[in-house]
């Protein structure tokens, strides 16, 4: 017997080899596509690394290249390792430091770059953490391996869990920390092993997560909440104060290694307005549409609504066969359930704005719950070996086709023809205009920008006598190209560029977002 289970852990390990290495596969095929960094990706660099400031601000009026922009973003010389930078940058921001100093040590390895495939590296590493941990949750709740490989190999191949491996941001890091802190309940907590190896576990993984992202609190408090009412009933007193002690101790070991935490939690910007979100009821129904939506499109293919209706016929025709609700068989899932839809709902009502990158941290959870529950089902009616298969495919069917439509939306493909276009032009002068300074938008223009030799950048709302001796620079120029931040031409500032930039015509080269393009041919020169 134990030779025979022996075999079977071992045939188990390599068939979840095999699942990491066809996602890691999948993840870099498009993670080396990407080339564009949008704001906040390029914010993850200069936080990690920007020795000088916080966040570097566009300087205005002044000519730019490209080593200002690696000054900025990438490790600079004598700074390499320097762990003071990533900590006193998110001291200044609102963001716990822990991703920002790994990003950093790595970003130390290639000391004046900006390396994205790197930044892509890092989140596959922990993504292959979920898929395994994806694997152990899911065992200890339906106890199949079949089902807990087929959960932990869909996620790893939905559109959702690519696009977490392109978006270098700390979601993926995120996501592992909360599925390792889910197994320590499903493991030892729900066996009622609770030992000071568990307590150490539950803190560490508790710790770990808060340093990560502050969300990370909505859900383990979700999670700590269901277990404290789950411990109470049962009359575990000690378990209950020892769990308590715990968390305490856990946030005072947090606010000991960052404490900046405090003030970014309860006094800063991002505190006031996610508290002022969760009593604002305005809003709230159409932005749970919209989450929905997101779920819907990138873990299902959109086909959720159907997943839905089988789930409920599945569990109708189990209740009539079996004369019962399965509660007893698949207990350990309510709280991942409670956890998972606590998290949507409250990330719905008090995030800053409606994305994708919020509800990473629960995308392996909702398919664990969808596909999990699926095959756990099937698997009482049919044969368990042709539900995981049908399960599988009815789950797989869908990733593939959305993939093959649609690239990972922060891959970034429509950036590569507006950098081809950049280089076609590196050899002319450019002059960046802009109504006003917006770091949001001078973020994407930077990326771009940054292959020509030189750009001069105009904040059009603060402008200053020191333009026209910038101007100066390609005064020999019959062209230069000229770049219009949030705005069309119109004729107050097709006036300003004729006469800051001598420009007698302007001909249309590009458009991308908020960005419109224009070669000025100067007949004269100034």
Known sequence: MKEAGKKKKLITAGVLCVICLVQLCLWWHYGKQKEYLMCDELFSYTSSNNAEI????MPLNQWLD?????????????????????????????????????????????????????????????????????????????????????????YGLTYGACNTAAFIRMYAMFSFWLLVHVYVYLHFVEQERMNPKTYVLLGLSLT????????????????????????????????????????????????????????????????????????????????????????????????????????????????????QFPRKEVEKLFPVLFMTCGYFLLVTKVAPYMTDRYLMPVFSFT???????????????????????????????????????????????????????????????????????????????????KEYKSFYCISYAAITDDIQAGMEAFADEDEILVWVGDSQLNEEITGYIRETVGASELGPVDDWGKYHIYLAKRTENQ
Not at 91 to 103: G, K, M, S, T
Not at 145 to 151: F, P, S, T, W
Not at 302 to 320: I, Q
Request: charged share 15%.
């Open 367 to 449: 398919v664990l719950i969808a596909a999990g529950s699926l095959c756990w089902l099937l698997s009482r009616l049919i044969r368990p070996e042709a539900a995981v298969g049908i399960c599988a495919a009815a789950f797989l069917l869908p990733s593939l086709w959305n993939l093959s439509r649609n690239i990972p939306s922060y891959v970034y493909p429509d950036f590569r023809e507006h950098r081809e276009l950049a280089e076609t032009y590196a050899d002319k002068y450019c002059v960046y205009i802009d109504r006003q300074y917006d770091w949001w938008e001078y973020y994407g223009a930077v990326q771009l920008l």
């Open 66 to 154: 490209k080593d200002w922009y690696l000054s900025q973003a990438a490790v600079t010389e004598g700074h390499a390792f320097d762990y003071a930078i990533p900590y006193r940058n998110q001291e200044a921001d609102v963001h716990p430091p822990f991703y920002y100093v790994l990003l950093h040590t790595l970003s130390s390895f290639v000391p004046g770059q900006v390396s994205v495939a790197l930044g892509v590296a890092l989140n596959c590493f922990f993504l292959l953490g979920c898929t395994i941990f994806l694997y152990l949750n899911a065992y200890e709740i339906f106890k199949s391996r079949g089902i807990a490989l087929a959960v932990a190999a869909l």
């Open 208 to 323: 770990a997560g808060a340093l990560t992202h502050y969300y990370f609190v909505l859900a383990a408090a979700l999670l700590a909440a269901w277990y404290f009412v789950k411990l109470w009933v049962k009359k575990h007193w000690k378990e209950v104060s020892c769990y308590h002690v715990t968390l305490e101790l856990s946030a005072v070991a947090a606010l000991a290694i960052f404490p900046a935490m405090w003030k970014h939690v309860f006094n800063d910007y991002r505190g006031e307005e996610t508290r002022e979100n969760l009593v604002n009821l305005a809003g709230f129904k159409g932005n749970l549409k919209i989450m929905y939506g997101i779920i819907n499109d990138e873990l299902f293919g959109g086909f959720l609504p159907l997943f839905l209706a089988a789930a409920a016929v599945l569990l109708m025709v189990y209740a009539w066969k079996k004369k």
């Open 54 to 57: 916080q966040a570097f601000d």
